[in-house]
């Protein structure tokens, strides 16, 4: 069982940045792949970022390319996403998730553990 709690987030101008944490429970944190995903109001969940567990793997979705950077401490089982030059579009509660296993994946469906949530919201 892994427990995630997510923080970090807030109301920011377009081009600031913040930076999400997810502190994991457990002893086994290197044991799962973790995972960034966003939903903003009316639209599905989707894949943001994630890293394996050495964090030399990482996935992006294609609009957060070069903006956004996933990484993970696991000294202190805490997974981060810097989050750069946002845009209103970035506007969305955004959930940290884990995967066990090595290979990174990008679909929900893929993740058992998921976060409370933490919401971002990006103004013009």
């Known amino acids: 069982q892994v427990q995630l709690v997510e923080s970090g987030g807030g109301s920011v101008q377009a081009g600031d940045s913040l930076r999400l944490s997810c502190a994991a429970s457990?002893?086994?944190?290197?044991?799962?792949?973790m995972g960034w995903f966003r939903q903003a109001p009316g639209k599905e969940r989707e894949f943001v970022a994630a890293?394996?567990?050495?964090?030399?793997?990482?996935e992006y979705v294609d609009s957060v390319k070069g903006r956004f950077t996933i990484s993970r401490d696991n000294a202190k089982n805490t997974v981060y996403l810097q989050m750069n030059s946002l845009k209103p579009e970035d506007t969305a509660v955004y959930y940290c998730?884990?995967?066990?296993?090595?290979?990174?994946?990008?679909?929900?469906?893929?993740?058992?553990?998921w976060g409370q949530g933490t919401q971002v919201t990006v103004s013009s």
């Open positions: 998730a884990a995967s066990r296993g090595i290979v990174v994946v990008t679909t929900t469906l893929k993740y058992s553990y």
């Open positions: 457990g002893r086994t944190f290197t044991s799962y792949v």
């Open positions: 890293i394996n567990w050495s964090g030399l793997s990482t």
